[in-house]
């Protein structure tokens, strides 16, 4: 499977932007999906996750309420709304793929090569 993550740039605090992390070579619905983020500086950390089929959602504290995972399995593809951004969001984005949804980024086979988002005025 490989992974392509889109849609990062340069915004305004409290700009939005929605990330889309689309798969080639085999269907991305038989996956979770989980969204990281690895800020300089910092160590990747997991933002949010969903299940192959989409029933089911999960989020850092830090996004909840705040950043949306969704996927769209007739494209391929799965998408995080990021509403609101803030300074503290600037990080390079990554989409990975796992078998169940996790936390643990040692489970996660499949990497996107990252997305860079900067919020800044």
């Known amino acids: 499977v490989q992974l392509q993550a889109s849609g990062g740039g340069l915004v305004q605090p409290g700009g939005s932007l929605k990330l889309s992390c689309t798969a080639t070579g085999h269907i991305l619905g038989t996956y979770a999906v989980g969204w990281f983020r690895q800020a300089p500086g910092n160590e990747r950390q997991w933002l949010s996750g969903i299940t192959g089929s989409g029933e089911r959602t999960y989020y850092h504290d830090s996004v909840l309420g705040r950043f949306t995972i969704s996927r769209d399995n007739a494209k391929n593809t799965v998408y995080l709304q990021m509403p609101g951004l803030k300074p503290e969001d600037t990080a390079v984005y990554y989409c990975?793929?796992?078998?169940?949804?996790?936390?643990?980024?040692?489970?996660?086979?499949?990497w996107g090569q990252g997305t860079q988002v900067t919020v800044s005025s």
């Open positions: 990975a793929a796992a078998d169940k949804v996790g936390v643990n980024q040692a489970q996660y086979r499949y």
